[in-house]
């Protein structure tokens, strides 16, 4: 009995806390390389070419889909690597990039690479540039280290990290190892309660 209770909480914790398949992107890009965001930084190909704009901002709100499939996002601007943009700067994303997790999260801060003439008109971006988000506050100062000309706003810099990557311990897999353990628990109280005092 006890043992097969310790292999269904052994299975349990390991489905928990499996990693979770990551979605790619059909472009190819992965913003995460260092290469791609300085080349985006600098203005090279291949990726940063197209977008002449690049800056580190704080998202402060999304608007709904247009009828074109795009939404909005405000940011609050820290610091402009390229180009030029005003510290309160509003940029179009195809709504489709949200899929399937979101490309920018409220209250978040991200380098964005900004096409100030995109496929909206205006300012746009998509998930196949070199747009992602800034966990560390170390990369704030890299990523400023890399531009030619930076316009830094201070007041609108960051100073917390962004905690929003995934935790330590998710919660699915704490909350396996938590029934886990009870259940152990209560077998091993109900197999004392049952062997024969010596």
Known sequence: MLRSVLAVAAVALVVATSARPAASLVCGTIPEHLAVI?????GRQPMGGEFDVVVIGVVEAIGPTDADGYREVALDVGAVLRGTAARDYAVKYPASADEPTPMFIPGATYLVAVESKGWTGGPTTDQCSATSRIIKPEQIERYIGMSTDP???????????????????????LLAIVLASGVIWIAWQREQHRSPER
Do not use: F, K, N
Request: aromatic share 4%; no cysteine.
């Open 38 to 42: 300085e080349r985006t930084i600098a």
């Open 151 to 173: 316009i830094v706003y201070s007041d609108a810099i960051p100073t917390l990290a962004d905690s929003g990557g995934q935790p330590l311990v998710p919660l699915g897999a």
